[in-house]
């Protein structure tokens, strides 16, 4: 699964750990799982797949936890890396064995690895843009490859099979750990500062985006499958367009601008995979989608560092604040899905565009001309 997307990655060149990006390639399998387990879930419990979704919510829960309390406890180590890719492997691997009941739990334990292994990869790029690139490209580049693999495996064996599959992945990075080390244990923490008002509307603006996007993206695959009536391996290949188109914008060398306008037209393919169900358009706006979010992403930051007068700060707080938007979306998605998929359009592409009016505001005011206090 990882030997054609790391021979592309080693093709670009990254100077991050090897264990880093293997590790952060193990993560992004498991996501990239999660829209197609909710939709291979709700056919074996024969549940909606907006109830099934609560395994989504469960593991970004342990997410959240564990990104945010370990930077406040624990210090990045590459026994941390070791203890979080073991607890991810025992966690998938008991995933398959109980009842839907208890998945629940145990999604919540395989948000804590996922967490603290995003933690320690942030905080090796920290400060660095280009560092930051070679870990933000991960994402798109191992979903690629991802997506139809994931689909293949859940349609030939099942949801059990894919748990199992992710449970052994979880083990690859054990093979860097003796030749990696770690740069972030060098960097001596510092005093913090609050934020200025125009960067606090920026964080909430970056919460609503990850809100308004994980309340569709999360139900795109039982969209497309149910809704538009696609069949599961095209619906993975439209997957796969999304994270290809998205490689070249994460990996963006140039300035990064207007991210009121890459945030709307996200919006905008949002609410089309929802309520828009022809083939082509479905196909189309999930693909766009992907080359839009990461040109809005990084634009986004890129904005709040200019009112920031602590810009480092803020891009922690961003990510905290991104991932509190991803535990609440696909609960508030799941509740419109199971109304009307035009609700969930609504809510989920309102939202966004809430961000995006944020931002077109804070880009025609200037920087930051007063410290933070």
Not at 44 to 51: A, C, G, I, N
Not at 286 to 307: C, D, E, Q, Y
């Given at each position: 699964?990882f030997?054609?997307?790391?021979r592309?990655?080693?093709a670009l060149?990254p100077n ?16 990239t799982?999660?829209p197609?387990l909710i ?7 024969d549940?909606?797949?907006s ?5 989504s919510?469960a ?13 406040r406890?624990?210090?990045?180590r590459?026994r941390i890396?070791?203890w979080?890719?073991l ?12 009842p839907?009941g208890?998945?629940?739990g145990?999604?919540?334990i ?24 070679d870990?933000?490209v ?12 994931l ?10 099979w ?6 052994v ?8 750990v ?9 960097r ?11 960067a606090v509307a920026?964080?909430v603006?970056?919460?609503?985006l990850t809100?308004g ?10 969209i497309?499958?149910?809704?538009v009536g696609?069949?599961?391996?095209v619906v993975?290949l ?5 994270n290809?188109?998205g490689?070249p914008?994460?990996r ?16 905008t393919c ?6 828009v ?10 693909t ?10 990084p634009?986004?930051f890129s904005t709040?560092a200019r009112?920031s ?6 891009a922690g ?9 991803r535990?609440?979306?696909p609960?508030?998605g ?8 035009i609700?969930?359009?609504?809510v ?6 809430l ?6 505001i804070?880009e025609?005011r200037p920087?930051v001309v007063?410290?933070?206090s």
């Amino acid at each position: 699964m990882f030997q054609t997307p790391l021979r592309v990655l080693s093709a670009l060149r990254p100077n991050v750990s090897p264990l880093v990006i293997v590790a952060t390639a193990v993560s992004t399998v498991v996501f990239t799982a999660t829209p197609f387990l909710i939709t291979g879930l709700a056919d074996t419990y024969d549940m909606r797949p907006s109830r099934v979704g609560i395994i989504s919510t469960a593991q970004l829960a342990g997410f959240v936890i564990a990104s945010w309390g370990a930077g406040r406890l624990l210090r990045p180590r590459r026994r941390i890396v070791v203890w979080a890719v073991l607890l991810g492997a025992a966690a998938n691997v008991t995933s398959a064995l109980v009842p839907f009941g208890a998945l629940i739990g145990v999604r919540v334990i395989s948000g804590l690895s996922l967490g603290a292994i995003a933690w320690i990869a942030w905080a090796e790029v920290f400060g660095d843009d280009q560092r930051t690139g070679d870990i933000a490209v991960i994402g798109p580049l191992v979903g690629t490859v991802a997506s139809p693999l994931l689909s293949s495996v859940m349609d030939l064996a099942g949801s059990d099979w894919v748990f199992i599959g992710l449970g052994v992945i979880h083990l690859v990075p054990l093979a860097f750990v003796g030749t990696s080390r770690l740069d972030s244990p060098d960097r001596i923490a510092s005093q913090r500062h609050r934020p200025t008002r125009a960067a606090v509307a920026m964080l909430v603006a970056l919460g609503l985006l990850t809100f308004g996007g994980s309340s569709v993206f999360i139900y795109a695959a039982a969209i497309g499958t149910d809704e538009v009536g696609l069949g599961v391996v095209v619906v993975s290949l439209v997957f796969s367009a999304n994270n290809i188109v998205g490689i070249p914008s994460a990996r963006w060398r140039g300035e990064r601008r207007h991210a009121a306008l890459w945030v709307g037209v996200t919006a905008t393919c949002a609410v089309i995979v929802a309520a828009v169900h022809i083939g082509p358009l479905f196909i189309a706006a999930l693909t766009i989608w992907g080359f839009a979010f990461w040109m809005a992403l990084p634009a986004a930051f890129s904005t709040l560092a200019r009112h920031s007068r602590y810009p480092a700060e803020r891009a922690g707080d961003a990510q905290a604040y991104m991932a509190a938007g991803r535990v609440v979306g696909p609960v508030m998605g799941g509740a419109m899905y199971e109304v009307a998929p035009i609700a969930l359009a609504i809510v989920g592409g309102g939202t966004m565009l809430l961000a995006a009016a944020v931002f077109a505001i804070m880009e025609q005011r200037p920087g930051v001309v007063a410290r933070e206090s």
